[in-house]
């Protein structure tokens, strides 16, 4: 009888653990392995590192994000009441979600997992006017992808390689995939010099009427999105 009584108690005890509300997911910025780099009020952008099996805890993407990984990683995309997603993602390739869910990543792969996280804030559907394309020279330039409000393209500048000069119609954020150093020549302005490791970002208000040159010894490689 008394073990009949708390086989009971046990049980009544595990059925009341199984129904307490799980925690309620917290914004990505209080989310303690995402670090902000940039803010304003276009854009917030976000370094996640995550070591082997590491995970998140639950967080809210509420709106359209983009993330791109630094090296080759594997991660596990789990929302509450679902199967695990996982992904596989190579360096520098760059992924895109509509956000409007919870989630927490983990990093599935052997080695640590290092990924940038730009997350739009702003809804504007009217669309983009001005072409994606400028004129540059030993440059190569792809789309990634167009959205109403963000688009984004792949850019590699060879040693010496430029762009022509060009007003900024719209704000940009370059992501870099490699170390580069890169002179600047903006109208009104002195030249500067701008050094970014892999990793870094560096935000271009629209308006700017300027020129781009690679001074690097090597090909500058990074993704720039640009902002409706």
């Known amino acids: 009888m008394k073990q009949t009584l708390l086989l009971a108690i046990a049980l009544v005890a595990a059925f009341a653990w199984t129904q307490e509300p799980a925690e309620p997911p917290i914004d990505i910025s209080k989310e303690l392995h995402h670090t902000l780099l940039l803010g304003n009020p276009s854009v917030r952008v976000f370094r996640l590192k995550l070591e082997p099996n590491e995970a998140t805890v639950v967080h809210r993407h509420s709106n359209f994000y983009a993330f791109v990984s630094l090296q080759p990683v594997n991660i596990s995309n789990e929302v509450r009441g679902r199967q695990p997603v996982s992904t596989h993602l190579d360096p520098g390739e760059v992924r895109t979600s509509r956000?409007?869910?919870?989630?927490?990543?983990?990093?599935?792969?052997?080695?640590?997992?290092?990924?940038?996280?730009?997350?739009?804030?702003?809804?504007?559907?009217?669309?983009?006017?001005?072409?994606?394309?400028?004129?540059?020279?030993?440059?190569?330039?792809?789309?990634?992808?167009?959205?109403?409000?963000?688009?984004?393209?792949?850019?590699?500048?060879?040693?010496?390689?430029?762009?022509?000069?060009?007003?900024?119609?719209?704000?940009?954020?370059?992501?870099?995939?490699?170390?580069?150093?890169?002179?600047?020549?903006?109208?009104?302005?002195?030249?500067?010099?701008?050094?970014?490791?892999?990793?870094?970002?560096?935000?271009?208000?629209?308006?700017?009427?300027?020129?781009?040159?690679?001074?690097?010894?090597?090909?500058?490689?990074?993704?720039?999105?640009?902002?409706?």
């Open 99 to 228: 956000g409007g869910f919870s989630l927490a990543e983990r990093n599935i792969s052997s080695v640590p997992a290092e990924l940038i996280v730009v997350e739009a804030l702003k809804s504007d559907t009217s669309g983009f006017r001005e072409p994606m394309a400028f004129r540059f020279h030993d440059t190569a330039q792809g789309e990634i992808f167009e959205s109403s409000a963000v688009r984004a393209y792949d850019m590699i500048m060879a040693v010496g390689g430029r762009t022509e000069k060009h007003k900024e119609s719209y704000d940009r954020l370059l992501i870099a995939l490699s170390d580069i150093d890169l002179r600047e020549e903006t109208e009104g302005q002195a030249p500067s010099e701008t050094k970014m490791r892999a990793g870094e970002v560096l935000w271009i208000p629209r308006g700017l009427t300027h020129t781009t040159r690679n001074l690097g010894q090597t090909a500058a490689h990074f993704i720039v999105l640009e902002f409706n």
